[in-house]
């Protein structure tokens, strides 16, 4: 899904959905002044979260992530950014402790899509009763789940590497869960919005094609790609 170039290119030119997250994160803050702390789950080398972080000094961020290599990347590359209120820990999201007792907002991006079951992403940190939290990840419009994993005959990866995968949850039953947490939830469909080409030779990578939804659909291979933003705010 994100190739290792993807992050490193976003380290330093952040994507506009990076943009716009960095948009509805203002408006959270606005909305929940006493916003003091957020965690990134999933945030890989950081590439996002340098920008968050830069762009919001009064807040303190905590990048997760259990890949410890990527983990470890992140450190060093904010050592080069110089950023103070920003350190990143290794943990599984799942089973989060201790960190999540402090944390005011959640965001997360390209990471719940990773996961087979919605639940085993949300549990661990709604125990931390953040006020709101924005997840940009894969959701639809109907009453359906669906687990999409790529095999790339190109650059073949094991079958459990999860980061493969493109899972879409249904945005009722996502809302219905969060409901019982104490959230209300509502989506905001994303579009880049410039074309982005068809890569050569059917290869992995995302293109755009004008559908009846958007002149910017999102695929990659055969997949369609219903990029949404997710925004949750405690009831
Ligand atoms: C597709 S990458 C997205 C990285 C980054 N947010 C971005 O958009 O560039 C998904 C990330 O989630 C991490 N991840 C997947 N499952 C996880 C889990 N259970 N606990 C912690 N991190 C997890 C992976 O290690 C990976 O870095």
Redesign the pocket.
């Known amino acids: 899904?994100?190739e290792p170039s993807s992050?490193w290119q976003?380290v330093d030119h952040p994507y506009f959905s990076t943009m716009r997250m960095a948009e509805l994160i203002s408006n959270e803050v606005e909305r929940f002044p006493e916003t003091k702390s957020i965690a990134d789950l999933?945030?890989?080398i950081g590439?996002?979260t340098f920008y968050f972080a830069d762009k919001f000094r009064q807040i303190n961020f905590i990048g997760?992530?259990?890949?410890e290599q990527?983990i470890s990347t992140a450190t060093d590359l904010n050592v080069k950014k110089g950023l103070k209120n920003l350190h990143f820990i290794s943990?599984?999201?799942?089973t989060l402790v201790g960190v999540e007792k402090s944390v005011d907002g959640v965001l997360s991006?390209?990471?719940l899509c990773?996961?087979k079951v919605m639940e085993t992403f949300f549990q661990g940190i709604l125990s931390a009763r953040p006020k709101w939290l924005i997840v940009n990840s894969l959701f639809w419009d109907g009453p359906l789940d669906v687990l999409v994993h790529i095999r790339d005959h190109t650059n073949l990866t094991p079958d459990e590497y999860?980061?493969s995968d493109f899972n879409i949850f249904s945005k009722d039953r996502v809302s219905e869960y969060l409901s019982k947490s104490g959230y209300a939830t509502s989506f905001l469909p994303f579009y880049p919005p410039e074309p982005l080409p068809v890569p050569l030779n059917g290869a992995r990578g995302t293109y755009t094609v004008k559908t009846d939804w958007n002149a910017h659909t999102q695929f990659s291979g055969p997949v369609h790609l219903p990029w949404n933003f997710m925004i949750a705010e405690a009831k």
Do not use: K, L, P
């Open positions: 899904m994100i992050e976003q999933g945030c890989g590439a996002q997760i992530d259990y890949n990527r943990q599984d999201i799942s991006i390209h990471t990773c996961f999860v980061d």
